[in-house]
């Protein structure tokens, strides 16, 4: 978002900064509770603490997106918000589908949880690339 910064209002500035850093956030705690998780044999208990504390920063993430929707006034903003994320669904929709199938046969290729990464890679790609196009 650094390129389209400047057309933004503080509004919109303020709170995709906000979910920028959330997602963030959330991708680093995935890879430190994967990389807890490989190195250590966890019990049940501590397994579903992780499982619990690895979905926490999600639903903020959600909870200030949709925060974010609610408050924003621009109607074409908000299209291009919700386009974006259904980018993002679609992306992990389809990578997950794939290694589903794949997965099992590549043991070479340390696959974590690769949804949220596409997701926040995708969704952040789609609404740049929307934003620079009408600038």
Do not use: H
């Not at 619990?52 to 639903?59: D, E, K, Y």
Request: proline share 3%; hydrophobic share 50%; charged share 20%.
């Amino acid at each position: 978002m650094r390129f389209c910064r400047k057309q933004l209002t503080a509004y919109q500035r303020r709170s995709l900064r906000t979910i920028e850093i959330m997602m963030g956030i959330t991708i680093a705690l995935d890879i430190l509770l994967v990389a807890i998780r490989e190195r250590y044999n966890l019990s049940i208990p501590w397994r579903y603490g992780m499982a619990i504390l690895s979905i926490a920063p999600v639903i903020a993430t959600i909870l200030l997106v949709a925060r974010y929707l609610r408050g924003e006034k621009d109607e074409y903003m908000r299209n291009l918000v919700v386009e974006s994320i259904l980018w993002g669904l679609s992306a992990v929709l389809i990578s997950d589908s794939f290694f589903s199938y794949v997965r099992p046969y590549v043991s070479l290729i340390p696959i974590g949880n690769l949804s949220l990464d596409v997701f926040v890679i995708t969704t952040s790609f789609a609404l740049e690339s929307k934003l620079w196009r009408n600038q």
